[in-house]
């Protein structure tokens, strides 16, 4: 009886091996996505892509001591790739007033099946972290809080190429 209960304990624990986990993406309810992803005419070769609902806030401090914040919930396009992304100087002027130095804005281009444009947005980057070495992996979370959750489901391809605004054009210039 002993020998019995102890095979099918063994059993039992050996079948547990083959039960699928989950990742910690599929545990925040983030939804996997298929774009095609491009920088100019640069294929990204995204190896990862997830569209997930993150907080997010906004708080402003004033003179008198007081201040006002608050709270809401947007969506992210997050992805990994093998490439960095491109990047164009963006015309003097153009739109820096609506962006600090220290935010990184980028321009989207969304195609459908027929390789016909959608919509052209400009959006910050919520984060952009590489690799150490910059050579294999880059990954990216793109804010997606203006964009119409139905353009996605028709677009297919999407475009993106960073904006150098400001003082980060000038850093471009002494490279």
Known sequence: MKTILFVLTVI???SFHHIPAQNLSDHLGAVKTNFQIYSDTTN???????LI???SHDAY???????????YEEYHLEFTVGKKINSENLWPGYLERFY???RTICKLVFYDQFNNTL???????VDQLFNPD???????SIDLRDIPLVLL????????????TGSKREAGKSN
């Open 61 to 71: 401090r004033y003179y008198e001591g007081g201040g006002v914040g608050y709270g």
């Open 44 to 50: 990204l070769q995204v190896s990862e892509q997830i």
């Open 153 to 164: 489901n028709k677009t297919v391809k999407i475009n993106i190429v960073e904006q150098l």
């Open 134 to 140: 910059e050579t294999e992996f880059y990954f990216y």
């Open 12 to 14: 039992s624990l050996l």
């Open 119 to 125: 919509a052209t947005k400009m959006v910050l980057f």
């Open 53 to 55: 609902k993150r907080a």
């Open 100 to 102: 600090q130095d220290n």
